[in-house]
């Protein structure tokens, strides 16, 4: 048991030093070089970085047929192997740049570009061609045939693969027609392209190059596609209705931040207002004390605080009236106003002002006078 294990595992080592690739300067040999016969790709002893040269080893490739070549993924783009000039081209093996051979000369698989084109071959090329000229089973070919005349037909079957792995033959056939037609199979004559909707039998039938699964011709693969005008309608609608529905749900949430911004600031204006009520009050008390006469009596300073009734009145009470009740401004309280209004009472104005001690001449206070001081004052002058 042990070494039927060694057997089989010697037979898959030796299995996978046959798959290994030569590198530069390793042993190869031309007579193993072939086309895959699936994908038609050129295989040799070599890596696909490295050509089987004729001294039988491996060495670099002196030029390259793809803008990006296969194998040198960990290459940077100038360690490539340089393109071919024009006139001449890149065979598979890629050893060096040759010359386009004529017409009638042989040239590698599909390699429609070793073929030297034709003077008028802008009036020849097309997609299916190169420059006016095609490879057909291995010999280069003008695309000039005609309408009903003899043309040659090369046809190659790839293996394809289905999504579940299954294989299956994928033919491409090619000729050396003119542009809008194409060689029938079976009489060997070029033929008119079909349009989109005829039936068909092969790709090539079609000036479309599609032949759907329903054996009739479909769109390019490349052409544009042309949605019908209600769709368009239908989109502007939508992209109009989306716009819109964001700027109204801006709107919206805008106008509830501006409200919540607007109670938030007259709160803010409420409390300082509220602020400068209370420190008016405060200092409105502080100047109520400061307004009464010299010697005034706790009493008579508490009720000029704290009473605010009708009772307190000069007809009533000899001394001022309570400093937080509002007075003219313009009002005094002297001698003079006494006199006039005769013995006991005392002619006066609502007013919220400093009542001050007047000076008399000669520098001694008159007690019973009392003049409004300025209303910026706030300190008793005795």
Request: glycine letters at 8%.
């Amino acid at each position: 048991m042990v070494s039927r294990s060694i057997s089989v595992l010697s037979a898959l080592g030796l299995a996978g030093v046959a798959s290994a690739k030569s590198v530069f300067g390793e042993a190869c040999s031309q007579d193993n070089t072939h086309l895959d016969s699936a994908t038609f790709n050129l295989v040799t002893d070599c890596d696909p970085t490295f050509y089987c040269a004729s001294n039988g080893t491996c060495a670099n490739k002196g030029c390259r047929k793809d803008i990006y070549p296969f194998g040198y993924s960990a290459y940077s783009f100038d360690q490539l192997p340089p393109l071919c000039p024009t006139g001449q081209f890149c065979p598979d093996e890629g050893d060096q740049c040759l010359p386009q051979v004529a017409i009638g000369e042989p040239c590698q698989k599909d390699r429609d570009n070793e073929c030297a084109p034709p003077e008028n071959y802008k009036d020849l090329a097309g997609f299916l061609n190169t420059n006016g000229t095609i490879c057909l089973n291995y010999v280069c070919h003008l695309a000039n045939v005609t309408l009903g005349q003899t043309c040659i037909v090369d046809n190659t079957a790839y293996t394809a693969y289905l999504t579940d792995g299954d294989a299956y033959a994928f033919i491409v056939s090619r000729d050396n027609c003119a542009n809008g037609l194409y060689c029938d199979g079976t009489a060997l004559q070029c033929m008119r392209t079909k349009k989109v909707g005829e039936a068909c039998s092969g790709n090539k039938e079609c000036a479309t190059y599609n032949c759907g699964n329903d054996a009739k011709c479909g769109k390019a693969a490349d052409d544009p596609i042309h949605p019908p005008a209600w769709k368009y309608v239908l989109v502007a609608l939508g992209i109009i209705g989306f716009v819109g529905g964001i700027f109204t749900a801006l709107w919206f949430f805008h106008r509830r931040n501006r409200k919540e911004n607007q109670i938030r600031l007259e709160q803010y204006y409420n409390e300082q207002i509220a602020y400068r009520q209370s420190i008016m009050s405060m200092s409105h008390a502080k100047n109520s004390l400061l307004s009464l006469p010299p010697n005034t009596s706790p009493e008579v300073a508490r009720s000029s605080l704290f009473r605010d009734d009708s009772g307190w009145t000069s007809a009533t009470n000899d001394a001022l009236l309570p400093p937080n009740v509002r007075r003219d401004s313009t009002s005094g309280w002297s001698d003079s106003d006494r006199q006039a209004a005769g013995p006991g009472n005392l002619r006066h104005t609502d007013s919220e002002v400093l009542l001050m001690h007047e000076t008399g001449h000669g520098g001694g206070q008159r007690e019973s006078r009392y003049a409004d001081a300025p209303e910026s004052s706030s300190r008793y002058r005795g």
